[in-house]
C-alpha cells in the first residue's frame, strides 16, 4: 500500500458515538452480581451513557399486578426491583434507554412467549391499562430521579415487531396502535420525553419503515427519532448449542443502513431526524462463536469507522454475557454476545471500544479514514488512530506520513495492540482444555491474559514531516496516539548508559 | 545448546526459598499510605512470610522517651508507631523479622548519625537502659500478638556493624558487647527466641563472622543463626542523583557465600546453623540504575535460582521504592531498590520473584537447573521451570525433551515472559519523556505495561517423551508451566472450527 | 425479682450453637447482588457455618437437561450457575447444607409446583435419572471443591414433605422411596456423606418422625441426622399483602420438639442420633409481620438460650429478605422472614443472633439460665450473658450477685442494647412516612438507626461479690460483659478532672 | 424558658459556612495511612472543601535542595511528596488552602526551629530565593492541577508571626516584607490567585492587623482577605503530657473577633474584605484534654452558630489526631485537636460539624437563632435545627412553637442526639481501663459507640401550628428534622396492629 500524507488542514467527516449506548440481557438479570460486576468493569474501561435491553415490563421484574376487592379487579404497581436495577446504574454512571416491553402475562391479550425466558410478545388485553403502567412507571421514575433525569432518558416503543416471535404475528397495524397509544400517553406527562421506534430488525426493515414513517406523517407524530437494528452476518450453521455464520459483506450492511436514512429524509418534517441503532453485532445470536474472536475485534474495528456516517448513534448488543435468551450458557466462552465473557474476562472486541473511547476522550479533528485505519488530530498537538485487518491473512502495515510538524521535534508513540498472539483469550482458554468450569486461577490467568500489548518507542523527525509504520497482524486492532515530547533528564540520568551498562 | 533431557527419576538439589523474607525501606516509612498500596500490592502477587528493615527504635518511631520526675530521669516507652506498623503488616499477612537499631539520640553515647534520615549509630550511653528497653518491646508485643506467635519472629541485631557508617568507628568489641548484652536480654524473656548477628555486609565478612563466631564459642552463646548481606556489582560510577555499576561475575559472588558456611561449619556446635542473608541485590545503593532495568529481572533470576544452595533464606532489599536513605527520589524510575516503583509500578525483578513463588506452590521435585533454566515436576503430574537468559545480546532456545510422558497425550504449555519488548515499564517511561511527575493517567498506562505477557499452545507427543522449545529474549525471564489437558468440548462446539470460518 | 447468685462452682447446661446453619430464599436469588450483599453483612457480624435453601434443582438453577441426538433423548448437565452460586458462598465463609430439591420440570412426574417462582414438587418421572442426577452433582462438586471439604455439607433429602404443596399429596410412600433411593446414590460415593431427613414441619410430625423411623429401621438405613422445623405462631389472619399471627406458648413449641427426640431415641441404633432443625422462625410467612420488630427479637433470644436443649443444631430461616415465595415485597419492610432488611438494614433480631455469637465467642461455662436471662463465666476470668424482656410491657430488672471476686478489684461492664427505644428500625420506616421506595437518604439513616445503643460504666465490689443490675425495656434484649479492668491513666492523666473541669 | 415562635415571614442572620475550611496536622503526615483514613473519614460524613496545615515548605516534603556544580550553588526542587500528598487530597474532594511555611533548612537565615517535628521559623537567607521557590511552586501546581483549579485555592503567608516561636522575635517589619515580597511574587504569576495575611493568633491580634493593614494600605496590596485565628480557653494548666483549661466566656471570643472587622472596615478600600479565621478550636494544644469531651461538642455548637456574623469562613484545627507538634501521642485519647481520635473514632464534635453540614445541606431560610438553638425552614417545606447544652449541668428543654402549617397534616421528626449517654467514646476508653494501646475489638467497640442515637416520632398538629419539644442533656448537641409526611401503608398494612399483636 502507499503512504498515507496526513495534511493538517484536510477535514475527513467521522462521527465517533462509541459510548453512547450498550445493549445488555434482560433487565431481571440486572439484579445479578456477576451482571453488575462485568457492567461495572465495562464502565470503568469504557464508560456508556446508556443502556438499553428487554424485559422492562416482563413477569420477573414484578412491576404489573391485579388484585380482587370487593369484586373489583384492581392494579397495583411494584417497583421494588426497578429502583434496584436503576440505582444500581446509575451508581455505575449509565443510564436507562427505556425500550418499553414485553407484556406483564397479566396484562397480555394472550399466551405466546420468546425466549428460554418466557417473555409475553402479545399485545395488551386494554390498551388503556397499557397507558396507565406506562404512565405510572415514567410519574414513579421522576418522583425517584428527578424530572430533568429521567426526560434525559430516551425511550423506545417495543423490540422487533417485524418479527413475529417478538410481536404476535408481526401484526403491523397493532404495532402503529401500540406505538400510537404509547406515545401519547408518553407526551401527555411532558412533551420533552424523546421518543422513538419502530425499533425493526433487517430483512423488512424498509418495507417496516417506509410504512412507519408514514403512519407518522399522516397522524401527525412529533416523533424524535428512528430505531432500528443491524447484523452483518449470513444464515447460521447450527450444531450442537452453537451457531457457525459466514460473515456479510460489510459493504452491503452499510448500504442497507442508507436506505434507512433516504426513507426518512424523504418526508420533509421528518428530514435529518436521528437515527439510532439500538443493536447492533455480527451475529444476532447468542451463540454465535465469532463474538469471542479477535476477527470480531478487527470487524467492528471498521464498524465502528463508519456507523456514525448516517446514524446519530449504535449500540453494541451487548455489554456482558449474563444473558438467557437462548438458556443458561454451558462454557464461558460461548459465543454470547458480551464485550466481556463470563468470570469478568474481556474479550477482545472490548478493547476495540475501549480504544475508540480512547479516541474520542482525545478530542480534535479527524484527517483520515480508510477501510483499515482512522487518524486524528488531537486537542494536545498529537496524532492518534485506529488501525485494523480484517482481511488478511497475514500482517499489513499502513505507512503514514504527518506533515506540518516542527523540524527535530521528538515523538513518543505508544501503541496498544490486540491480535491472536497478544490478547487472545478464547484461545488460551482452548489450550487450557475447553474447561467448562474454570477454577479461580484459570479465571485469574484468562483476565491477565486478554490485555493489550503496549509499545512505546520515540520517533524522530529530520525535516517537516515524520513518517510512522503502523504494522497490523492478522485480526487485529492497534491503537496509537503520538505526541510531542521533549525529555528533560533528571541531573545525573542517562537512559542510553542505564540500559547499555553491564 | 544441546537438548536438555529430563528424567523423572532424576532428583537435583534445589532450595527455594524465595517467599522467606524481604527488605523495607525504615520502619517510620511503614506509616506511609504508599508503602503499604506497594507492599499489598507484593503480599497479593508474591506473598513473603517476613520483612526487615532498619529503624525500629529510631526516633521517628518515638519509642523511647526519658522525663525529668522530682529531679530523677525516668523513662516510658511510647509503642503507637509501632503497634500501627506491625497491625498494619499482619493485616497484609507479613510478620516482623525484627532487626533491634538504630540508637534512640536519648540513649545514644554520641551523635553519629547515618543517612538523610539520621539514624543515630553510636553505642548505647547504657547498656542496660538497652536491654530495658528491648525487653520492654518483647514483652509489649507478646501482649498485644499472643506470645507464641511472637516467639516465631526471627531477631537480629543491629545492621552492618562492620562500616563505619552504621557502627561508630566499626568497633568489633562493642559490638560483641552489644550483642551479647542484647542476646542474653532477649534469652531471659524467652529461650524460644531466635536470635542472630553480625549481619555484616561484603568486603570484611570474613574477618568478622570468624571473629563472631570465636566470640559465641569462647562465651558459650547458643545463637540461633548467622546473618549476613549479599550484593553483586563493582564500585559505583556516580553521576548527578545517580549511580552506575557494573556487575561482579556471579560466581565470584557464590564462592564468598561458601566462604561463611565454611567458617560456621569449623565450629562444632555451630556445624549447619542455619544462614540467613538479610539483605541482597545487585547494587548497593537506592540510586543503583540496574535495579529498575530488565538486566536486574534476569540477573536475579539466576541468583534466586542458587542462593539457596548454602543459605537458610535470602531477603530481597527492598520491597519497594518508599525508601529515604539518600533523600526523597527525583523521580518514579530513579534506580531504588524496590521490587516495586513508586506508583505502584511493578518492575521486572517483581516478576521474577512472582515465577519463582508461583514455581514453589506448584510443588514437586527438581529436575534439571543449569545456568539459564531451572525445571521442577510438578505435584499434578506436568512441569515447570523459570529460564533467563542474563549473558546474550540476543535470544536464546532451550531446548528439553520431557521423558517418560505418555504417548499420544496432549500438553498445555503456558508462557509468561518478563523481556524488554513485553515488560518494560523503565523504557515506556523513559519514552514518555522521563516525566518526574508523571499524570494519573501516565501511571495507570505504565502500570498496564508492566505485566508478563502470556502465551500458550498445545503440545502433543508423537512417541514417549515430549519435545519443548523455550526462547528467552535478551535480559528475558520466562516462567513456563506444562499440564496434561484432556479437551472435551461442548456439545457442537469445534475451535478449529470457530477460528478458521470467515 | 429475688437476686440471682452466681457461684463459679454452678454448671448449668446450655448448648449454644447459634451459628451452625441459616436459611435463604431460593438458591437462584443467591445469583443477586442484593442477597450477596445482605449475606456479607450477616457474615461480618455474626458468621454462620452453613447455609440452607430451597431449589437447588429448580430451573432456574439450569442444571438438569435433556436433548435429542440420532433419535435418543440425552441428559446433560450445566453447572455454571451453581458454581457462581457456591463460589460467592464461600467467598464469605459459608458453606452449602444441601437441600436436594425441588424436581427439574423435565424430570418431573407431574406439573404440580409451589410458590411464585413455580418450584416443581412432584416425583421424579424416574428415579435413576434423579439419582443419577444427584451423583452427577456431588462427583462435580468434589471435583471443584475438593473431597474432604464436600464431605463436610450435610445432606437433606426434599422439603417438608408431609405438606401437599412442597410433596405432591405429601405421599409418604413415596417419600421414603426417595429418601432410600438418594440415601443409596449419595452413599455409592462416599459413606462418609451426612445424610439426613425428613425434613417435616410441625402438624404431623409426630406421625411422620415415627413412620420415618420405622422406614429407616426396617431398611437399616444409618441415616446420620433426622431433620425437622420450628415455627412458633398460631394460624394467621390475613389482610391485603401480609399476616397477623398470634404467638404461641413458647413452652409449647419447646415440648413438641421434645417428641421428636424421644422417638428417636426409642430406636436402640438411633438414640442420640442429632436433631437439626433445619428451618425455625416465630412466623411461617414471608408476610408475617412479626418479624421485623423488636418482640420477635425477645423472642428469639429466649428460643436461642433453649433450642440446643435436644437439638445438635437449628437454623433460622432465614438471613436476609431476598425471597420470593409470595412474589416481590411492596415495602423494605413486609414481614419477610429475614434478620437483614431490603437496603441491608439489620432488624432487631439480626442482634440477637449477634449477641448470642459474641458470647459464644467468650467461650467459659454456663452458670445460670432462667426463662429471661443466661450468664456465663468467660475464658478471661470474667462474665457475660444475654437477657431478654418477652413478656412484660414495661421495663424489669435482674439483679445478679458474682461470687467469689477479688475484694477491691475494678470491673468494666459493657451492656449492647436492643429495644423499641435505641434500635428500631421499623418505627423509624413507618415514622418516615412507611416509603416503599426509601431514598439513598433514608437507606443510610435507617442502617444508622439499626444498632444497638452500647453503654459502660465501672463498678466497684467493696466485698468478695459484686452486684450487678440488669435492666431490660419490654421487648428488649441486653448483652452485657464484666471484665476486671485495671486503668493506669497515663502520665498526668485525670479522667474525673477532664470532664469535671469547666 | 418560654416558647419560641417560628414564623414564616421572620428571616434571622445565620451565615453556616460550617464546610468551608478544616485544619491538619503538618503536610508531611498527610503521607501516613492513618491521616488519609481519618480525612476519608471525615470527607465522606462531613466533606470540607478546603485544608490547611503547616510545613508545606519544611524539610520532610524535601521539595527545596541546593547542589554544587562546576563550584557554582545551585537550586532544585522536588515535588514527589507534594504532588503525593495533593494527589490523595483532591482524590477524598477536598483542595490545599495553601499556607506558605515553614522555612527550608538550607534557604533559611536561622537555626530556630518550632515543635517535636522541627521546623524552621527563621526568614529567608535570600528573599528572590524564596521568591523563586513559591513561584516555582505555584507553576509546577498549574502544570499538574490545571490553571483555573489552583486559581481557586486560597493563599496565605505564613502562621502566627505574632509569636515568637513562629517567626524568629515575632519580628514584624520583617513579616511585613515576606508577605510584600511572597504577594508580588504570587500575583507575578496570575493577579486572580487569593492572597491574605497576617494569620496571626490572639493575644497581640489587634496591634498586628492594625499594622498590617496600614502597611497593605501604605504599599497599595490589593490584598484578597485577611486571616487570623480564634482559641477560647484561659492559660493551661500543665500535668505531665496533658493540659489541663478553664473556657474563656464565649462572648469576650466573639467580641474580640468584632474587633478585626472593625479595624478592616475602618479602612475605604478594605471595607467587608473577607475575613477568614483560618484555625480555631478550644484550647489550643494539641494536649488539651477538652477536646476529646462532650461538652467540646457543645461549646462548638454555639460558636459554628455565629462565627459567620463577621468572618467569611473559619476552620477547625484540626480534622483528625495525626499530629506531631508535642510528640507521638501515648493514647488514642489524649487531647488532640482532632474532630477524629486515633483508630478512626469519631469524637462527639465531629457530629456537631455534621451536623451543621447537613442543615447546610436542607438549603433554606433561617428562622430562629438564640443562645442554644438555630432553626431553619428548608427548602422542602420543613423545618431543622441545632440545639445544644453548654451551660446546665442538668437537660435542658427548648419549646418551639412552628406557626402557619396545614392543619391536620401530620409531621415526622428525626432527632440526632450526642451527648454523655449515647455518644462518649471517651468515657468508654475510660472504663474499659484507659488502654493505651486497644486491640482490634476494642477500636471496633469504640467507633460503634461514637455515633449519635437517632430518634423519631410523628407529630400531628390540631390547630394551625405546630408545638415541638427538644429536649437537650447536659453536654448534648441535638440535631432535628421536622417534615410534612403523608403516610400511605400498603394494602394490609397496619404498623399499630403490628407492634400491639402479641
Same mark, same amino acid.
Given at each position: 500500500?502507499?503512504?498515507?500524507?496526513?495534511?493538517?488542514?484536510?477535514?475527513?467527516?467521522?462521527?465517533?458515538?462509541?459510548?453512547?449506548?450498550?445493549?445488555?440481557?434482560?433487565?431481571?438479570?440486572?439484579?445479578?452480581?456477576?451482571?453488575?460486576?462485568?457492567?461495572?468493569?465495562?464502565?470503568?474501561?469504557?464508560?456508556?451513557?446508556?443502556?438499553?435491553?428487554?424485559?422492562?415490563?416482563?413477569?420477573?421484574?414484578?412491576?404489573?399486578?391485579?388484585?380482587?376487592?370487593?369484586?373489583?379487579?384492581?392494579?397495583?404497581?411494584?417497583?421494588?426491583?426497578?429502583?434496584?436495577?436503576?440505582?444500581?446504574?446509575?451508581?455505575?454512571?449509565?443510564?436507562?434507554?427505556?425500550?418499553?416491553?414485553?407484556?406483564?402475562?397479566?396484562?397480555?391479550?394472550?399466551?405466546?412467549?420468546?425466549?428460554?425466558?418466557?417473555?409475553?410478545?402479545?399485545?395488551?388485553?386494554?390498551?388503556?391499562?397499557?397507558?396507565?403502567?406506562?404512565?405510572?412507571?415514567?410519574?414513579?421514575?421522576?418522583?425517584?430521579?428527578?424530572?430533568?433525569?429521567?426526560?434525559?432518558?430516551?425511550?423506545?416503543?417495543?423490540?422487533?415487531?417485524?418479527?413475529?416471535?417478538?410481536?404476535?404475528?408481526?401484526?403491523?397495524?397493532?404495532?402503529?396502535?401500540?406505538?400510537?397509544?404509547?406515545?401519547?400517553?408518553?407526551?401527555?406527562?411532558?412533551?420533552?420525553?424523546?421518543?422513538?421506534?419502530?425499533?425493526?430488525?433487517?430483512?423488512?426493515?424498509?418495507?417496516?419503515?417506509?410504512?412507519?414513517?408514514?403512519?407518522?406523517?399522516?397522524?401527525?407524530?412529533?416523533?424524535?427519532?428512528?430505531?432500528?437494528?443491524?447484523?452483518?452476518?449470513?444464515?447460521?450453521?447450527?450444531?450442537?448449542?452453537?451457531?457457525?455464520?459466514?460473515?456479510?459483506?460489510?459493504?452491503?450492511?452499510?448500504?442497507?443502513?442508507?436506505?434507512?436514512?433516504?426513507?426518512?429524509?424523504?418526508?420533509?418534517?421528518?428530514?435529518?431526524?436521528?437515527?439510532?441503532?439500538?443493536?447492533?453485532?455480527?451475529?444476532?445470536?447468542?451463540?454465535?462463536?465469532?463474538?469471542?474472536?479477535?476477527?470480531?475485534?478487527?470487524?467492528?474495528?471498521?464498524?465502528?469507522?463508519?456507523?456514525?456516517?448516517?446514524?446519530?448513534?449504535?449500540?453494541?448488543?451487548?455489554?456482558?454475557?449474563?444473558?438467557?435468551?437462548?438458556?443458561?450458557?454451558?462454557?464461558?466462552?460461548?459465543?454470547?454476545?458480551?464485550?466481556?465473557?463470563?468470570?469478568?474476562?474481556?474479550?477482545?472486541?472490548?478493547? +476495540?471500544?475501549?480504544?475508540? @473511547?480512547?479516541?474520542?476522550? $482525545? !478530542?480534535?479533528?479527524?484527517?483520515?479514514?480508510? *477501510?483499515? /485505519?482512522?487518524?486524528?488530530?488531537?486537542?494536545?498537538?498529537?496524532?492518534?488512530?485506529?488501525?485494523?485487518?480484517?482481511?488478511?491473512?497475514?500482517?499489513?502495515?499502513?505507512?503514514?506520513?504527518?506533515?506540518?510538524?516542527?523540524?527535530?521535534?521528538?515523538?513518543?508513540?505508544?501503541?496498544?495492540?490486540?491480535?491472536?498472539? +497478544?490478547?487472545?483469550?478464547? @484461545?488460551?482458554?482452548?489450550? $487450557? !482444555?475447553?474447561?467448562?468450569?474454570?477454577?479461580? *486461577?484459570? /479465571?485469574?490467568?484468562?483476565?491477565?491474559?486478554?490485555?493489550?500489548?503496549?509499545?512505546?518507542?520515540?520517533?524522530?523527525?529530520?525535516?517537516?514531516?515524520?513518517?510512522?509504520?503502523?504494522?497490523?497482524?492478522?485480526?487485529?486492532?492497534?491503537?496509537?496516539?503520538?505526541?510531542?515530547?521533549?525529555?528533560?533528564?533528571?541531573?545525573?540520568?542517562?537512559?542510553? @548508559?542505564?540500559?547499555?551498562?553491564?
Amino acid at each position: 500500500m502507499g503512504t498515507i500524507v496526513i495534511n493538517r488542514e484536510n477535514e475527513v467527516c467521522f462521527h465517533n458515538n462509541v459510548d453512547y449506548c450498550v445493549g445488555t440481557g434482560r433487565m431481571g438479570l440486572a439484579l445479578t452480581k456477576e451482571y453488575m460486576d462485568q457492567l461495572k468493569l465495562v464502565q470503568d474501561e469504557i464508560g456508556f451513557s446508556f443502556i438499553r435491553g428487554h424485559g422492562l415490563f416482563s413477569d420477573d421484574m414484578a412491576i404489573y399486578h391485579e388484585y380482587e376487592e370487593n369484586g373489583v379487579t384492581k392494579v397495583e404497581y411494584n417497583y421494588t426491583y426497578l429502583d434496584r436495577v436503576f440505582d444500581q446504574y446509575l451508581e455505575v454512571g449509565i443510564r436507562p434507554y427505556l425500550e418499553l416491553g414485553f407484556m406483564p402475562d397479566k396484562l397480555a391479550s394472550g399466551k405466546q412467549t420468546i425466549f428460554y425466558w418466557k417473555g409475553n410478545t402479545t399485545p395488551p388485553k386494554d390498551y388503556s391499562l397499557w397507558c396507565d403502567m406506562v404512565k405510572s412507571l415514567l410519574i414513579h421514575l421522576m418522583d425517584r430521579y428527578g424530572k430533568e433525569e429521567v426526560l434525559s432518558w430516551p425511550i423506545e416503543v417495543w423490540n422487533e415487531p417485524n418479527l413475529p416471535g417478538f410481536w404476535e404475528k408481526a401484526d403491523m397495524e397493532e404495532y402503529f396502535k401500540l406505538f400510537h397509544n404509547t406515545f401519547d400517553a408518553i407526551k401527555s406527562i411532558d412533551k420533552r420525553f424523546k421518543v422513538g421506534g419502530p425499533a425493526v430488525c433487517g430483512g423488512t426493515d424498509e418495507k417496516w419503515i417506509s410504512a412507519f414513517m408514514k403512519y407518522c406523517h399522516e397522524n401527525e407524530l412529533a416523533i424524535d427519532c428512528v430505531t432500528r437494528h443491524h447484523y452483518t452476518v449470513e444464515l447460521p450453521e447450527p450444531e450442537g448449542h452453537y451457531a457457525y455464520h459466514k460473515m456479510m459483506k460489510a459493504e452491503d450492511g452499510f448500504n442497507n443502513l442508507k436506505t434507512t436514512r433516504a426513507i426518512i429524509d424523504s418526508f420533509d418534517e421528518y428530514r435529518g431526524l436521528p437515527i439510532n441503532i439500538t443493536e447492533f453485532n455480527t451475529s444476532y445470536t447468542p451463540q454465535g462463536v465469532i463474538h469471542d474472536t479477535n476477527m470480531n475485534a478487527a470487524f467492528l474495528a471498521q464498524q465502528l469507522s463508519r456507523l456514525g456516517d448516517v446514524n446519530e448513534s449504535y449500540s453494541y448488543w451487548t455489554f456482558g454475557d449474563v444473558f438467557e435468551e437462548m438458556g443458561v450458557p454451558f462454557t464461558p466462552f460461548h459465543g454470547g454476545f458480551g464485550l466481556v465473557a463470563n468470570g469478568c474476562i474481556p474479550k477482545p472486541t472490548f478493547w +476495540t471500544f475501549a480504544f475508540y @473511547k480512547q479516541l474520542k476522550k $482525545l !478530542g480534535g479533528v479527524c484527517r483520515y479514514r480508510d *477501510e483499515d /485505519i482512522v487518524i486524528i488530530e488531537t486537542d494536545n498537538g498529537g496524532f492518534a488512530g485506529i488501525a485494523w485487518n480484517t482481511d488478511h491473512d497475514t500482517a499489513i502495515t499502513k505507512n503514514v506520513e504527518l506533515m506540518d510538524v516542527l523540524c527535530g521535534q521528538s515523538y513518543s508513540m505508544i501503541q496498544k495492540i490486540v491480535d491472536e498472539d +497478544t490478547c487472545n483469550p478464547l @484461545k488460551l482458554w482452548h489450550d $487450557l !482444555g475447553e474447561n467448562p468450569y474454570p477454577s479461580k *486461577e484459570q /479465571i485469574r490467568l484468562l483476565q491477565d491474559a486478554s490485555k493489550p500489548l503496549i509499545k512505546s518507542c520515540v520517533l524522530k523527525n529530520t525535516k517537516e514531516s515524520l513518517p510512522v509504520e503502523i504494522t497490523i497482524n492478522k485480526n487485529g486492532v492497534v491503537f496509537f496516539e503520538i505526541k510531542p515530547v521533549n525529555c528533560k533528564p533528571d541531573r545525573g540520568y542517562n537512559y542510553e @548508559k542505564v540500559v547499555s551498562y553491564r
